[in-house]
């Protein structure tokens, strides 16, 4: 089953700025249930302050530790079992960085040192993916990323009771959005609708680095958007032209006039996008941009 992008869109919305508290596999059921606290908004009914994301039939199950080159951090870290999938993500209290978990691995090929693994080779390949990530560190000092990755064919949300939560209501409010509105005189809560990418096209567009665990901004950089049909690309005033991650491509909003950093009016661009980071990143825009974009290899 292919989801719709809405469903996606909302899914993506609900899962930033989260924090996991449980993760549960059922391989008999083919179905990996993952319980957050969600921090965003959505337009129109109930708040949720707890939700399950169920996702079904699940073909795999990775988790993944990574030094900052891709390759297994030595010492590692003990195998998990699945049914300590929960007890892992447990540990962690920092919110999900970014806002593109779903279908952003598609194409994920493991490396690093397999923490955990579960798939049914009896499955055809899933239609889509789930994943995140967590900063982590040694007790060396040494830095790395735990990513979990999930492979399914259909998701959905629900209250703890049982209820269905339409998805598609939420918009891009809460953690990352306080850090946009800070200093405003009236908190950012409503948003401007994300606009289609082609909408874009020529104009100057502000991507607004946001540290979710603190919600601050960390840095912003600006560049000439341009739309060729089917993808966006974003170029520098230096010569560099980046590829725009197809979720990122339809999270861009018109600029809001109250945005500023520390009290300095964040400015010079019509529109803009978040881009998560975690707190160990550097705080260059310029480094910043070619840690989270790919460069375009023809334009």
């Known amino acids: 089953m292919t989801l719709a992008q809405k469903h996606i869109e909302g899914l993506n919305f609900l899962l930033h700025g989260a924090q996991v508290l449980d993760l549960v596999l059922d391989p008999a059921k083919r179905l990996a249930v993952v319980t957050i606290a969600p921090t965003t908004t959505p337009r129109a009914g109930p708040i ?6 169920s996702l079904l039939p699940v073909s795999s199950v990775v988790v993944v530790l990574k030094d900052l080159e891709g390759h297994a951090p030595v010492p590692g870290m003990d195998r998990v079992r699945i049914d300590e ?3 892992l993500v447990s540990q962690f209290t920092q919110p999900l960085a970014g806002w593109d978990f779903i279908d952003n691995q598609r194409n994920f090929t493991p490396g690093g040192q397999l923490v955990c693994e579960w798939f ?3 499955m055809p390949a899933s239609e889509h993916t789930l994943s995140f990530f967590y900063g982590v560190r040694s007790a060396e000092g040494a830095s790395a990323l735990l990513l979990f990755l999930f492979s399914f064919d259909n998701a959905f949300a629900s209250h703890p009771n049982g209820q269905a939560i339409p998805v598609e209501s939420f918009a891009a409010s809460g953690t990352g959005w306080k850090a946009i509105g800070s200093g405003a005189t009236e908190p950012v809560t409503i948003l401007p609708d994300a606009v289609p990418p082609r909408q874009v096209d020529g104009e100057l567009l502000g991507l607004i680095f946001v540290d979710a665990a603190q919600d601050v901004i960390v840095s912003y950089a600006v560049g000439k958007a341009n739309w060729d049909g089917r993808r966006l690309r974003w170029s520098t005033s230096d010569g560099g032209t980046y590829d725009i991650p197809g979720g990122l491509t339809h999270q861009i909003r ?3 006039p109250s945005m500023n950093r520390d ?4 400015e010079d661009f019509s529109y803009f996008a978040l881009v998560g980071v975690t707190p ?3 705080r260059d825009p310029g480094e910043l941009v070619r840690l989270q974009l790919e460069r375009s290899r023809s334009v």
């Open 254 to 256: 018109p600029r809001i």
């Open 120 to 122: 049914d080779p009896a």
């Open 280 to 282: 160990d990143v550097s």
């Open 85 to 87: 999938l929960g007890s």
């Open 263 to 266: 009290g300095t009016p964040l």
């Open 48 to 53: 949720p302050t707890r939700a399950s994301i």
